[in-house]
């Protein structure tokens, strides 16, 4: 067990998490939509409160003040917007919620009808996702694979200066130069296994060691990481 | 069917434009009739190292953007006849390369020619970018030290998902060529091996040339060292790397300086 590495110091978690939010997609003209949502709230009065909450001004162009407005018109009904999508940044104030991208949409449950319904055409899609990733070839410097869903499997390399982002585990058949983060999603039970262990940092649900912090025994071998308690071990495979 | 080559390497001063010139040169005295583009707007030297530097009129960004036909800018080397260079543009910069320009560029040049090389600037953007975009392979050309091999392995990454045929879903063949190798040095781990670039970069090797004075006496008269000095020891790499992306099966070997009594001699004397 003396190649095992144990890191006592107090480390910084760095954790990803995704929470469903209701987008409003505001059409012209604004006082009528926000009638629309006056009549869901007279129904189920503070029904939004407490739920994040995205304004997406994708069909509708407003000035910077209108928006500021129409910010402050939901505020009044006990509406606080998380972020907003579709729009330039140049438009956002500093006092202003932030710009968000890369959303993707999904089913909400307990919705009234009619609520502003999120595009629901994604989700038999994502359905048939697989829960693993096969790349066949090397990840080269500078390429990040992530992949949120599951495990990812590398016949090649991953070239220094690459990355790999698992929700699950991960599995390098060649020599992992690069940076390796498995469970990103809370998954404290994802492994990385490699090869040959040359990483510039080796991550599973936030923590993480640097190139630093593994042990020159270790390198140049086959080995595994994995989480012991909030304790990351690298141990070899052989 | 005429070929398009990228020279490239995402580091600078590592021998990009050097390597065109030579392997350019090397094609031409194959009898191939070669273009060689330099797509480093704004700081060309592919004319200084082919000694066009005095005839350059029009250039790539006046064919680019259809200000002169590609006739006029084509400069015939003075050595071989069927080797041209297409300059770039000194007083411009890489902004003024369009993708629809150089598609039509390229085009054009694949009706004329066997070979069209085209040397990429160093970095990863536009204009490095661009020099790759059409290429049917490339040649990366890699030093024996880590943030060589690293940038190389960044560029083949670009390969692979940034050049027309990649975006077709077709590959972009590529070949390593190591420059300014010293087996001595690697020998004493001073170095990387080429077994360690190798590993590295997963790449099939097209040739190694040695480090030498022959091959900056060569860029300094303008003159492809394989013209310059054809028998010399990275002239014999560069001819072998050719034969070998001609398809011949040529054995790898690392040439070695041929030092006889005289050269000895002289080299005293110099000293």
């Given at each position: ?21 209701f987008v409003f997609s505001p059409v012209v003209p604004v006082v009528s939509w926000l009638a629309e949502i006056d009549?869901?709230l ?6 939004f409160?407490?739920?994040?909450v995205v304004l997406d001004l994708a069909a509708v162009d407003l000035s910077q003040a209108a928006i500021a407005h129409l910010v402050g018109s939901l505020a009044e009904r006990n509406i606080r917007i998380l972020g907003i999508e579709g729009v330039d940044?140049?438009r956002l104030g500093?006092n202003m919620p932030?710009l ?16 502003p ?122 | ?271």
């Amino acid at each position: 067990m003396d190649a095992t590495q144990q890191v006592a110091r107090q480390q910084v978690r760095m954790r990803g998490r995704s929470y469903v939010a209701f987008v409003f997609s505001p059409v012209v003209p604004v006082v009528s939509w926000l009638a629309e949502i006056d009549a869901t709230l007279g129904k189920s009065p503070g029904f939004f409160t407490g739920k994040p909450v995205v304004l997406d001004l994708a069909a509708v162009d407003l000035s910077q003040a209108a928006i500021a407005h129409l910010v402050g018109s939901l505020a009044e009904r006990n509406i606080r917007i998380l972020g907003i999508e579709g729009v330039d940044e140049s438009r956002l104030g500093a006092n202003m919620p932030p710009l968000l991208t890369g959303g993707r949409a999904c089913a909400i449950t307990h919705v009234e009808p009619q609520k502003p319904q999120p595009q629901e055409k994604n989700k038999d899609k994502d359905k048939t996702k697989l829960p693993s990733l096969l790349l066949e070839s090397p990840v080269r410097s500078g390429q990040s694979i992530v992949f949120a869903e599951g495990d990812v499997t590398v016949l090649g390399s991953v070239g220094s200066g690459a990355e790999i982002v698992a929700g699950g585990s991960i599995h390098v058949y060649g020599t992992l130069r690069g940076r390796a983060m498995a469970g990103i999603n809370g998954n404290s039970a994802a492994r990385i296994f490699c090869q040959k262990i040359e990483a510039e940092l080796l991550a599973i649900d936030g923590y993480y060691q640097t190139a630093d912090d593994i042990g020159d025994s270790l390198r140049n071998r086959p080995a595994q990481a994995w989480l012991e308690g909030e304790m990351l071990r690298i141990t070899p495979l052989n | 069917m005429a070929k398009v080559l990228v020279v490239t390497s995402g580091k600078g001063g590592v021998g990009k434009t050097t390597s065109t010139a030579a392997l350019g040169a090397a094609l031409a005295q194959m009898g191939q009739s070669v273009v060689v583009i330099d797509f480093d707007v704004g700081l060309r030297n592919l004319d200084l190292v082919m000694g066009a530097e005095r005839r350059v009129v029009f250039d790539l960004i006046n064919v680019v953007q259809g200000v002169a036909k590609l006739p006029q800018a084509l400069i015939r080397d003075k050595r071989l006849e069927n080797l041209w260079l297409l300059p770039a543009s000194q007083t411009r910069d890489k902004d003024a390369l369009t993708e629809e320009g150089v598609e039509r560029v390229i085009a054009d040049l694949k009706t004329k020619f066997d070979w069209i090389l085209c040397d990429s600037p160093a970095g990863i953007e536009r204009g490095a970018t661009l020099a790759m975009r059409y290429a049917d392979e490339a040649i990366i050309v890699t030093n024996p030290e880590v943030s060589s091999v690293r940038d190389s392995d960044r560029i083949i990454g670009m390969l692979d998902s940034k050049t027309a045929r990649a975006e077709r879903g077709e590959r972009v063949e590529k070949h390593l060529l190591v420059t300014r190798y010293d087996a001595g040095r690697a020998a004493r781990g001073e170095m990387l091996s080429i077994d360690d670039i190798l590993e590295i970069l997963a790449t099939p090797l097209l040739g190694i040339v040695p480090e030498s004075q022959d091959v900056l006496r060569a860029s300094n008269v303008g003159c492809p060292v394989t013209l310059n000095a054809a028998s010399s020891a990275p002239a014999r790499a560069y001819t072998d790397a050719v034969r070998r992306l001609m398809g011949e099966a040529v054995e790898m070997t690392v040439p070695v300086e041929r030092k006889g009594l005289m050269d000895r001699l002289l080299r005293r004397r110099a000293a």
